[in-house]
């Protein structure tokens, strides 16, 4: 049994307390190509154009 003041869907969980080391299975995420950042602008752009002006 655990501790009996922490729910069991929280524990491992990472927090402040969890060490810096990232063990197996952990990578570090990379970042986006810049396909992708080209991708998102053009959608950005799109939905941007695709709202009216507000009159206020």
Do not use: H, N, Y
Request: glycine share 14%.
């Amino acid at each position: 049994m655990g501790d009996a003041t922490v729910p069991q869907c929280t524990r491992q969980v990472l927090g402040i307390d969890t060490p810096d080391d990232t063990g197996p299975g952990l990578l570090p995420v990379g970042a986006p190509s810049p396909e992708l950042l080209d991708r998102a602008l053009v959608g950005w752009e799109r939905f941007l154009g695709s709202k009216e002006p507000s009159d206020g």
